[in-house]
């Protein structure tokens, strides 16, 4: 069994994407759809370069992660988001969480995600890195109880203010 690996999505933004039935590569990473509780990878968005046409693979396609490539099951795992509700809807909702200021729902800024993790195995978020706020350069917040995703802020609870260490 192959071990767990936590990775950045920065690193898995333009890996390419190859498929393990035909062996053929299909497209690359163009960015990662998150649910809307902010704490599960539940797709990939699959630049297939047909005059930058994109589609999308489900977490469910997944074969592996890794250092080079994302593998999929099958071709036919890449799809219109058109097909997959739960990741279209999330698409149309235009959040990018990367770039989202991150603030307690008491007011206080705590800096920007600048990237996050997740379990290669599980999709589950690990925690978000940020730039600026408490530690003035780079600090990490474990996924936190609650996370509210919205277009320019994200919300945390005043508690999570507790959980964020030095990266």
């Known amino acids: 069994m192959r071990r767990r690996e936590v990775v950045k999505v920065s690193e898995v ?16 990473v163009k960015d990662v759809v998150v649910d809307s509780t902010g704490k599960q990878v539940i ?13 999308v693979a489900p977490w469910a396609a997944l074969q592996a992660i890794g250092p080079d ?9 890449v799809v219109k988001a ?14 990018e969480i990367r770039g ?8 206080k800024e705590l800096g920007k995600i600048d990237d996050y993790r997740f379990d290669d195995r599980t999709g589950v978020i690990e925690g978000f890195e940020l730039a600026g706020g408490l530690f ?14 919205g277009k320019d802020l994200a919300f945390v609870g005043p508690e999570a203010e507790e959980t964020i260490t030095k990266a």
């Open 136 to 149: 003035s350069r780079r600090s990490f917040l474990p996924v936190p109880a609650s996370i509210e995703l």
């Open 100 to 107: 989202l200021q991150l603030q307690t729902t008491d007011g």
């Open 43 to 55: 797709g990939f968005v699959v630049s297939t370069g047909l005059v930058s046409s994109s589609k």
């Open 69 to 77: 490539a994302v593998v999929l099951n099958a071709a036919s795992s």
């Open 13 to 28: 933004i333009g890996r390419k994407v190859t498929v393990r039935e035909s062996g053929e590569e299909v497209g690359k």
């Open 82 to 95: 058109d097909e997959v509700a739960d990741i279209k809807a999330m698409l149309d909702k235009k959040i």
